[in-house]
């Protein structure tokens, strides 16, 4: 069983920075494959970013594309979205999902992925 936990959301303005954070436990990192998604009211759940287990490949949405940055902690077996130039827009609650694979196998479907945390509000005001 991975159980993960995000943290970082707020309100922010925009054009402002944010890091959001999904703690892992149960599972290394090393083992997991891991997107984030968001999801704004009355929208469906979107691709945010992913990446693979170890590492070597990561994925964005267009949208956030050369603005978000996804990375790791091996040590705090943490997953981290770093937010630059946030904007009205990218207001939503942020999910981590992650799903036990080796390899460099990342997707953009959600329902590829079998672990959810609870999700974490962002809030960019204009």
């Known amino acids: 069983q991975v159980l993960l936990v995000e943290s970082g959301g707020g309100l922010v303005q925009a054009g402002d920075s944010l890091r959001l954070s999904c703690a892992a436990s149960g599972r290394t990192l090393s083992s997991l494959s891991m997107g984030w998604f968001r999801q704004a009211p009355g929208k469906e759940r979107e691709f945010v970013a992913a990446i693979s287990s170890g590492a070597s490949r990561t994925d964005y949405a267009d949208s956030v594309e050369g603005r978000f940055t996804i990375s790791r902690d091996n040590a705090k077996n943490t997953w981290y979205l770093q937010m630059n130039s946030v904007k009205p827009e990218d207001t939503a609650l942020y999910y981590c999902?992650?799903?036990?694979?080796?390899?460099?196998?990342?997707?953009?479907?959600?329902?590829?992925?079998?672990?959810w945390g609870q999700g974490t509000q962002v809030t960019v005001s204009s």
């Open positions: 999902a992650a799903r036990l694979r080796f390899g460099t196998a990342i997707r953009r479907d959600s329902s590829w992925y079998n672990y």
